[in-house]
């Protein structure tokens, strides 16, 4: 056993709190569930995390039953994005808000989330302090609490530093039907922002690569500007986030789930400048590239003009525009394809893997 084990093995055994042998980092005993466990939610996390049914410290937390005829959704994402921190973000902001918008595109509204964290012996404590503080103002930002939660601890080496795990739960309205089986053709597709924006943030930051911009990533909770569509829309047909994978796998399985051709327009497109050059250095499609904070939503053309006005009023929509139409299948062939600027047309195929790895 180390002088740090043995240190920690004497505190626990003492019944105190440790002070950890690495009193600024991380140490397995901080998941061992005794007293440095408690120390490290208590003053670490609680007052970062908590304000809702956390603080009851319950093994469940308790929700209020939705209203007659509604519907609970919830759903649950791990984040092990590298780096940890990058221009516009960190681990615990995307994973708040990767969650709330899961939820969003099924047309809940929000009701809670979990939090779970995997710690690496040795990740310093200053960096989970920001990680979690950044997770909290996300949480209470866009008004959903983090009510319930678990930490564990894993040996040097075992893990990336940190690891986040989170679910949520919320409430669909009576009636409200979003699914990728009701898209039809005379459909239009409506992007709320430009592409790419937080894949290639991550990516800079991994890589050290710097631009006269500065490329941010767009990660923001969407469920405040899906609210705004479907209150004036309600007849949207589908949303869906264009996270892993971009735009160019979200229409693909759009398409394939509702039998029908995906026509894209590329000169509506819109691609942030220093993205655009990013791409065309290192070769990459931002088609392709990761959003977290944009969606696309398929709307019956004669709704077309209110969506895009409802989504406009909102900060996180203001560059929403039309970037493409749903058209019948051909011969029952499902396929995505790209009108471009020169009025040609080509098949958007969708690569075999991810283009970007750990980017979420």
């Not at 007293?35 to 469940?60: I, K, M, N, Q, T």
């Not at 969003?104 to 929000?110: D, E, F, H, K, T």
């Not at 710690?119 to 009510?147: K, W």
């Amino acid at each position: 056993m180390s002088a740090a084990d043995e240190a920690d093995a004497q505190a626990l055994l003492a019944g105190s709190c440790p002070a950890p042998a690495e009193g600024d980092r991380v140490t397995l005993a901080h998941g061992a569930g005794a007293g440095a466990s408690a120390r490290l939610f208590d003053e670490l996390l609680a007052p970062r995390l908590g304000g809702g049914p956390l603080d009851e410290r319950h093994d469940s937390a308790l929700l209020d039953a939705p209203e007659a005829g509604a519907r609970l959704a919830f759903t649950t994402d791990s984040f092990v994005v590298s780096p940890l921190e990058f221009p516009g973000g960190d681990i615990g902001s995307l994973a708040v808000h990767g969650t709330l918008n899961d939820l969003a595109m099924s047309g809940a509204r929000p009701r809670a989330l979990s939090c779970g964290l995997i710690l690496e012996e040795g990740l310093p404590l200053t960096t989970l302090a920001r990680i979690a503080e950044s997770m909290g103002a996300a949480a209470r930002t866009a008004g959903v609490p983090i009510a319930t939660g678990d930490t564990k601890v894993v040996e040097r080496g075992k893990g990336d530093g940190i690891f986040v795990n989170t679910s949520g739960v919320g409430v669909v309205s009576p009636g409200r039907e979003l699914h990728p089986k009701l898209v039809v053709p005379g459909d239009v597709l409506i992007l709320t922002g430009s592409l790419g924006c937080h894949g290639a943030a991550v990516l800079c930051a991994r890589e050290g690569l710097s631009f006269d911009a500065d490329i941010m990533s767009d990660s923001e909770p969407l469920p405040d500007l899906v609210e705004n569509l479907l209150e004036a829309v309600p007849e949207v047909h589908c949303l869906r986030d264009p996270t892993r994978g971009g735009l160019g796998a979200l229409v693909h399985e759009i398409a394939a789930a509702a039998g029908v051709e995906l026509r894209l327009e590329e000169a509506a497109l819109p691609v942030d400048a220093p993205v655009a050059s990013l791409c065309e250095i290192l070769g990459l499609d931002p088609l392709f590239l990761a959003c977290e904070g944009r969606f696309a939503a398929f709307v019956p053309e004669a709704h077309a003009g209110t969506a895009l006005a409802a989504l406009r009023s909102h900060p996180l929509g203001r560059a929403a525009r039309c970037v493409g139409r749903v058209e019948p299948s051909t011969r029952g062939r499902t396929r995505v394809v790209v009108e471009t600027r020169i009025g040609a047309t080509r098949l958007l195929p969708l690569p075999a893997g991810e283009p970007l790895p750990r980017i979420c």
